[in-house]
């Protein structure tokens, strides 16, 4: 069966530092991956989203990138954090596939101080 | 700007009760309507609609979507206190981008 795994569970980083988010999937193959921010008492944003390795997609302006070295590895980079980068980080996958679910990570909650 | 607008926002029920959440959308392209349920820190899917009037059932879960009108409804009948999340709406505008409603924070009191 497929699994999502993503971490850290939380973090806590001052403004200025660097930030990586590491998400793996395991048990299937050339998924779509997804990273989406939760803001506290908001739903999910989506932030990039990919269909292959090195391929990305950004679909909001922002501080942060994203990366896919690895088919089943997506990656979630920041050189510098902002205060308004705090909040609920989730990555996902799916089938790539028409009419499919998407299954979310733990997810890591960030507070940038 | 593509919206989906989940109401109540909050809703706070008692053991027993039967609650209906609400979701309505716009935006510019439709695939489907998905509903979730966030606890602690996952989403965990609950369903997917595609079309207009079928209903879709989970033990005390149902759910349906109006097409025409551009909103779905998510019942969940004799509530327990494991009931007790945030529901989320969603919609798939093509390879599972999704875009989510605030969600409705469910509290199912003892």
């Known amino acids: 069966s497929q699994t999502i795994h993503q971490w850290p569970a939380t973090l806590v980083q001052p403004v200025g530092s660097p930030l990586s988010l590491e998400c793996t999937v395991e048990?299937?193959?050339?998924?779509?991956l997804y990273w989406y921010r939760q803001a506290a008492g908001r739903g999910l944003q989506l932030l990039f989203y990919?269909?292959?390795?090195?391929?990305i997609s950004s679909e909001v302006p922002q501080n942060l990138s994203a990366s896919r070295p690895q088919d089943r590895q997506f990656i979630l980079s920041s050189k510098k954090l902002l205060l308004s980068d705090s909040g609920f980080y989730l990555c996902?996958?799916?089938?790539?596939?028409?009419?499919?679910?998407?299954?979310f990570g733990q997810g890591t909650r960030l507070t940038v101080v | 700007e593509d919206k989906v607008v989940q109401s109540p926002l909050s809703l706070v029920v008692h053991e027993g009760d039967t609650v209906t959440l609400n979701c309505s959308y716009e935006?510019?392209?439709?695939?489907?309507l998905l509903w979730y349920k966030q606890e602690k820190k996952a989403p965990t899917f609950l369903f997917m609609l595609?079309?207009?009037?079928i209903e879709k059932k989970s033990g005390r879960l149902s759910s349906i979507l109006d097409k025409k009108e551009l909103f779905s409804i998510l019942n969940i009948t004799a509530t327990q206190t494991g009931d007790s999340a945030v529901y989320l709406c969603?919609?798939?505008?093509?390879?599972?981008?999704?875009?989510f409603g605030q969600g409705t924070r469910l509290t199912i009191n003892p």
């Open positions: 996902a996958w799916s089938v790539p596939r028409v009419n499919t679910e998407a299954f």
């Open positions: 990919s269909v292959g390795i090195g391929q």
């Open positions: 595609t079309s207009s009037g």
């Open positions: 048990g299937t193959s050339n998924p779509n």
């Open positions: 969603a919609v798939d505008q093509g390879a599972q981008k999704l875009v």
């Open positions: 935006v510019t392209n439709f695939r489907s």
